[in-house]
């Protein structure tokens, strides 16, 4: 049975058992450029290389459209964060004209990554509807060709779901009218990079706040922020993914922190809906999006848990104490419990497990970093501890004086 999209246009006929994404690919972290390049790196080098993009965390905004600047990378610099990160090179990169002028790329039978505009694109929610770059993989089998794409997004189309499609010659010329770009990759071995993020500096991030907030189009650049705040959303979900691979789960403030940029992701897009209607907007997106910015420092900071070789060791040493002071379970505080939650709990128990840690660490806070949030769960001490505490005498915060002893 044939299906078309609400604008008219064929649906090709799905390729059999290609429906989800292959176990394991986190699709709905990656952008629509990432998204095919995951496809490849997981089929080549095994499930999982994928998250790999997230190693690094980067806020670097770059002049955009209408004056407004974008943290949206090139496809330069994506298939290049791909060669490193995914162990993808690329052999062969040009433009094509036409399906016809890209036949002979497809000659071999192995995958080609195309960008092409997502507006002809019959598979996806934004054909008919919107034009932007997209990338899919695609190859020939005898007369046919065989599309894969594997991004996962909600858009006011309908969803994009990763999966695979056959298309016959006419299909995909008519999927093509204007050509695009193709690319052959090749597997290379991947460079293993440690988590870290680089967020560059509060003045970076106040001056792209700034710019949105005072663009005289609101409606404009709403607009624009609605794109910035999924990609940034993302990028820190692909992140914390990728530390997860190698750490385990995410401690209780990062998933909170996520969940708040979603959160705004949604605010963002609602206030620009109103825009559209001529309903007044206030600054609250803008300034959410200026106290999510910051308070990126404090949950990513150093990959969002310390890379010290006594990090077990010292949150180790930081529950025990805690423990003794709240008379609560060690194995619990360790498990992320708030501190609040204790029925012993209290602001001069919050003192005495400051001034526990500091005699036995041999180590001094920095009084200015002492903020009452920092201080209710162990990792969260942790983090004070490397980054905001000074040795005293000959110990430091990452070597306790009394680590390894039972209490």
Not at 14 to 39: F, I, K
Not at 55 to 72: D, H, N, Q, S
Request: glycine share 8%; with cysteine.
């Amino acid at each position: 049975m044939t299906t078309t999209t609400g604008t008219g246009m064929r649906r090709p006929v799905p390729a059999p058992g290609a429906a989800h994404a292959p176990a394991g690919l986190r699709s709905e972290l990656l952008d629509c450029v990432q998204a095919n390049l995951a496809l490849l790196a997981d089929h080549w080098h095994g499930p999982g290389t994928h998250l790999a993009l997230g190693a690094t965390l980067r806020f670097r905004p770059e002049p955009g459209p209408a004056g407004l600047p974008t943290v949206e990378p090139g496809l330069d610099d994506q298939l290049a964060a791909a060669e490193a990160a995914l162990g993808l090179a690329v052999r062969r990169r040009r433009r094509f004209r036409s399906a016809a002028d890209l036949r002979h790329d497809l000659a071999d039978g192995g995958p080609r990554y195309v960008m092409a505009d997502a507006f002809h694109l019959p598979w996806g929610p934004y054909a008919g509807h919107r034009h932007l770059p997209h990338s899919f993989l695609l190859q020939r089998a005898g007369a046919r060709f065989q599309v894969a794409d594997a991004y996962h997004n909600d858009t006011p189309w309908g969803p994009a779901r990763p999966g695979a499609w056959w298309l016959g010659a006419a299909e995909l010329a008519a999927a093509l009218p204007d050509g695009g770009e193709v690319v052959r990759l090749e597997p290379v071995p991947p460079a293993r990079q440690a988590p870290r993020a680089e967020l560059g500096t509060p003045a970076e991030a106040a001056d792209f706040v700034a710019a949105y907030r005072a663009h005289p189009d609101r409606s404009a650049a709403l607009a624009a922020l609605t794109l910035e705040t999924w990609l940034l959303a993302r990028a820190r979900k692909l992140h914390s993914a990728a530390l997860a691979a190698t750490g385990g789960a995410p401690p209780r403030p990062t998933v909170q922190h996520l969940d708040a940029w979603d959160k705004l992701v949604e605010q963002v897009y609602l206030a620009h809906r109103r825009a559209l209607r001529g309903a007044p907007v206030s600054d609250a997106p803008f300034d959410r999006l200026d106290a999510l910015l910051r308070r990126d420092h404090e949950v990513f900071r150093a990959g969002g848990a310390p890379a010290a070789p006594h990090w077990p060791q010292l949150r180790r040493a930081v529950a025990r104490v805690a423990a003794d002071v709240l008379h609560e379970d060690e194995e619990e505080l360790l498990a992320g419990v708030d501190f609040t939650s204790v029925p012993t709990f209290s602001s001069f128990r919050m003192v005495d497990i400051v001034d526990r840690l500091e005699e036995e660490l041999r180590v001094r806070f920095d009084e200015g970093q002492l903020l009452p949030e920092r201080l209710h769960r162990v990792d969260d001490i942790c983090r004070l501890l490397v980054e905001h505490a000074s040795p005293v005498g000959q110990a430091t915060a990452a070597t306790p004086r009394h680590g390894g002893e039972d209490r």
